[in-house]
């Protein structure tokens, strides 16, 4: 079985410039989840889709960011235009649904360098 | 809200050595505990969890954890470190509530370990 993928791995751009994150998770994953390591700090919550719905995207820092789960399988992150403080690690993470707890499959994560 | 201390930034072992990483939690209710490590250029892979019952419980990779409810721990444990296991680990606990969910993480402890 195939784990979440993330495209790309790395991706450098400028100021201003816009940059989309791919996430695939796990097929058959209804609950899609996006976080982001800044260097030297913890890894935050972004956001929470079920399906192509969004759950909670009480962690997104600002309307710079836009995430979208069109059909309910891949997810995108777009960004933009982009500010230094972005740069970062963004993990997409997936899991099955089910109630109450369960465990959550991270990806390898996108690093984003914003010059 | 929840939180999660992770008081060692970085910690050097020897390789045959035990090892202790230390967690504290802050969570109004029964926690829902994981470790997870991630090896260079990999995404997060979880080593263990806790959601109830026996407060020992044994991961992946010859880890364990103990949850402590009156420490607010759950520190991880190994009896003999392997070289393979430099890596960075991170504590986190789950929020569950209805059909939202996501994980609080610590900041993180980098494990180097000497031959």
């Known amino acids: 079985e195939a784990g979440v993928t993330q495209f790309p791995s790395h991706s450098v751009i400028e100021k201003g410039q816009t940059v989309t994150l791919r996430c695939d998770p796990i097929s058959g994953h209804d609950n899609l989840y996006w976080y982001r390591r800044v260097m030297g700090k913890e890894i935050k919550f972004l956001l929470h889709?079920?399906?192509?719905?969004?759950?909670?995207e009480s962690g997104m820092p600002n309307n710079r960011f836009l995430a979208e789960r069109t059909g309910g399988t891949y997810s995108t992150l777009k960004v933009q235009p982009a500010e230094l403080e972005d740069s970062g690690v963004y993990f997409c993470?997936?899991?099955?649904?089910?109630?109450?707890?369960?465990?959550?499959?991270f990806g390898p994560g996108t690093r984003l360098t914003v010059l | 809200a929840q939180s999660v201390t992770q008081p060692d930034i970085h910690i050097t072992v020897s390789e045959g050595a035990s090892l202790e990483l230390r967690c504290n939690y802050s969570?109004?209710?029964?926690?829902?505990l994981f470790w997870y490590v991630q090896s260079p250029g990999q995404g997060l892979q979880l080593l263990l969890k806790?959601?109830?019952?026996?407060?020992l419980v044994q991961g992946i990779k010859g880890f364990e954890a103990e949850f402590k409810r009156s420490q607010s721990s759950f520190n991880l444990r190994k009896p003999s470190v392997h070289w393979s296991d430099a890596a960075e680990y991170f504590c986190a606990v789950g929020l569950y509530t209805g059909t939202a969910s996501k994980l609080t993480f610590g900041t993180g402890t980098r494990l180097q370990v000497t031959l």
């Open positions: 889709f079920v399906k192509e719905s969004k759950q909670d």
């Open positions: 806790y959601f109830s019952g026996d407060t």
């Open positions: 969570y109004g209710a029964t926690p829902y």
């Open positions: 993470a997936s899991s099955q649904r089910q109630k109450g707890p369960r465990e959550q499959f």
